[in-house]
């Protein structure tokens, strides 16, 4: 705000001298030219650059608040629109318009003055804007942006800052993959698919609540993914954490082949019902068939879909997932 104020007063003060005046002697002969009134001048831009510069900032705060807190309410996401156009020029110059117009109104014996309007306007485009809420270098140009869907790369918000961090550094590490097929003898193949399908890639169309539009980006960085890869990286995961570990990976082994080419199965599939996806018998996707990464009986699912089980059960290596997919693909078109 200090500095929108320094740049309001500077850039008030030159169009007052430079342009106000003149239109205003020359043109209207009303009077000669002031010093006072440049100083009252630069008092407006002074107070309405602050004023736009501390919108323009306060956009930033506000949009994260709506954009990046899951379920966040519409009302908030509406301020979060309003604060955005103020983190613009024209919508910081429309600010300080308004703003002066009301100072005008609330302190000043006379008229409202339209070159007052001008210099409001002026003062507060010139103060500097808040800032996008994109990370820094998250600029079109960069190989890393991606259309925002959600207020961030990702389908869904963020669990949290932390774990939105240590993904981008999962996504930055190499050799992880092998030091995790190491610790827990799981196929490397199978292990680079399932950082690429989970950290990496950007998908398409993926069919999000409440009404199941589609969205595009990464999937949400999720705190125990996070947690359990680091572990399994490390060699630390508790018996308890490696069957999860065991659970997620069939998981995301699984729906990593379907979504990807040539299958190119949906996310999720089905209907929805009061913001609840409900999946059925030949409308399905990816996401509902593979095999459940929490419950002990990993093919639940299956029976209510209309799938026949696998009649083997997944390798304790995952090496052979290709075939449990294989069989999902058969059964897609199944009536």
């Given at each position: ?92 110059m429309i600010t300080g318009a308004g703003l002066t117009y ?234």
């Open positions: 705000m200090l500095v929108g104020a320094a740049f309001g007063a500077v850039e008030a003060i030159t169009v007052d001298l430079a342009v106000a005046q003149p239109i205003r002697v020359e043109l209207f002969g009303d009077g000669g030219y002031s010093l006072t009134e440049a100083a009252d001048s630069a008092k407006t831009g002074e107070i309405m650059g602050a004023a736009g510069g501390g919108l323009g900032a306060g956009a930033r705060v506000v949009t994260t608040a709506a954009e990046t807190t899951e379920n966040a309410s519409v009302a908030l996401a509406g301020l979060a629109k309003v604060a955005n156009a103020a983190d613009t020029v024209p919508g910081r009301g100072y005008d109104t609330a302190f000043k014996t006379g008229p409202v003055m339209p070159l007052d309007l001008i210099l409001g306007a002026v003062g507060s485009a010139a103060a500097p804007g808040g800032g996008s809420s994109r990370r820094p270098g998250r600029t079109p140009e960069s190989p890393e942006y991606l259309p925002r869907t959600g207020g961030s790369d990702y389908i869904d918000p963020p669990q949290s800052e932390s774990t939105q961090r240590n993904y981008e550094k999962i996504r930055q590490t190499t050799g992880d993959t092998e030091r995790i097929a190491a610790n827990t003898g799981y196929d490397l193949g199978v292990l680079n698919r399932i950082k690429a399908h989970i950290f990496e890639n950007v998908h398409t169309g993926v069919s999000v609540p409440p009404d199941g539009r589609p969205a595009t980006g990464r999937f949400a960085p999720m705190d125990h993914i996070a947690d359990m890869w680091f572990k399994a990286e490390a060699g630390t995961l508790t018996p308890a954490e490696s069957t999860k570990f065991f659970r997620w990976a069939c998981h995301e082994g699984i729906e990593s082949i379907l979504m990807a080419p040539p299958h190119n199965l949906p996310y999720r599939q089905g209907y929805w019902e009061d913001g609840v996806h409900w999946p059925e018998p030949g409308n399905w996707g990816a996401h509902e068939v593979s095999p459940h990464e929490t419950r002990e009986d990993a093919f639940f699912a299956w029976d209510r879909l209309g799938l026949t089980r696998p009649d083997f059960p997944i390798a304790g290596d995952l090496s052979n997932l290709d075939e449990i997919a294989a069989l999902i693909l058969a059964q897609r078109n199944k009536p």
